[in-house]
């Protein structure tokens, strides 16, 4: 197994473009566990860990360009108040150990179901920004990100070198089933952000499809009886049956397995019932919010 360590990005991009089956490893808490499984033994490492820039982030006016190898740490302990979903789901990954090294870029790099990051980055609104030394730049919707199981968008020369999520304009949840608190795959996940500013709400669902996934049918019912209840400038608390009608949809926009991890049926109710909780988290958040703006008013 060769290991190329390019010194730059410019250096990074040749490097995959020469050898298109060169594995990437940034914090190597999946590829190695890979290599020393033997699931998986590539001629060539191609490691990004001498790319300073790749650790950066920069908060613009409207999104956070996250930098592939921002450690969840940094997101946890910076990023808060922009990213509120993508911090809570980062909390929950593995250990302060595998924290410190692992990042988004890893995460959609292995494009597991179960990941982390990605039910946050679906509810948030994200691109991913893949780069080949051959095409340049391209930025890929993170709902066109996922393709299959293990599988991305990403072509075999292309690198990722950074993910641009949006600005929380309102509050965000993430919730985790596991068989423990801590060091724990999800058995199924879900993300939830209210986006006040374009009166709407976003989810994201993981370990529960082949790839993760929006509950775009719960959404869109959410979105629409919202509205028509005036819920968003009224601030009134949502009717339980709102809420059960949201958490059914969203059970329904599940598409599990049975495995070691849990049965689908269970999955499918863990689901609906993390849907009607982070529902009722973000809403009296939101309700709050409004409560102290109008009492400053
Ligand atoms: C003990 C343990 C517990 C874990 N618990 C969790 C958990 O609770 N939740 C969770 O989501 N994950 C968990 N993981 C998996 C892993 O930590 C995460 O997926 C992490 O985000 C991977 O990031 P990394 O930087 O270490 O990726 P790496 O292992 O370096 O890479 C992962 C994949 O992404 C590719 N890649 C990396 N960077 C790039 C790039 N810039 N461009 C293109 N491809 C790239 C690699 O080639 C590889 O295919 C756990 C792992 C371990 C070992």
Not at 16 to 30: F, L, Q
Not at 79 to 86: F, H, I, M, T, W
Not at 173 to 199: D, W
Not at 282 to 295: D, N
Request: negative net charge.
């Amino acid at each position: 197994m060769d290991f190329l360590r390019p010194a730059s990005w410019e250096e990074a991009l040749a490097a995959k473009a020469e050898h298109p089956t060169a594995v990437p490893i940034a914090g190597g808490t999946d590829v190695m566990v890979e290599i020393n499984f033997d699931h998986r033994r590539p001629e060539y490492l191609l490691d990004l860990n001498r790319i300073g820039d790749l650790t950066e982030w920069e908060v613009g006016e409207e999104s956070v360009r996250l930098g592939a190898s921002v450690p969840y740490t940094r997101i946890m302990e910076n990023l808060r108040a922009e990213l509120p979903g993508l911090a809570l789901a980062s909390h929950t990954v593995a250990s302060p150990q595998i924290r410190n090294r692992g990042g988004v870029g890893g995460n959609l790099g292995t494009a597991s179901p179960a990941g982390d990051a990605h039910p946050a980055l679906l509810a948030a609104g994200a691109e991913v920004e893949a780069e080949s030394a051959a095409r340049g730049t391209r930025l890929i919707p993170i709902d066109e990100f996922y393709t299959g199981v293990k599988r991305n968008a990403l072509q075999p020369d292309e690198l990722i070198r950074a993910v641009h999520v949006k600005k929380a304009d309102g509050p965000q949840q993430y919730s985790k089933v596991g068989t423990r608190n801590a060091m724990v795959i999800a058995v199924c996940a879900f993300g939830l952000a209210l986006h006040p500013e374009t009166r709407t709400v976003r989810t994201g669902i993981g370990s529960a499809a082949p790839t993760p996934v929006r509950a775009k049918a719960a959404e869109e019912f959410l979105n629409a009886a919202l509205e028509e209840g005036g819920f968003w400038d009224n601030g009134k608390i949502i009717t339980p049956s709102v809420a059960k009608q949201f958490a059914d949809l969203c059970s329904a926009g599940c598409n599990p397995i049975d495995d070691v991890r849990g049965t689908a049926s269970y999955r499918r109710h863990a689901v609906g019932v993390m849907a009607r909780r982070t529902l009722t988290w973000t809403w009296e958040s939101y309700r709050g919010t409004r409560r102290t703006i109008e009492g400053a008013a």
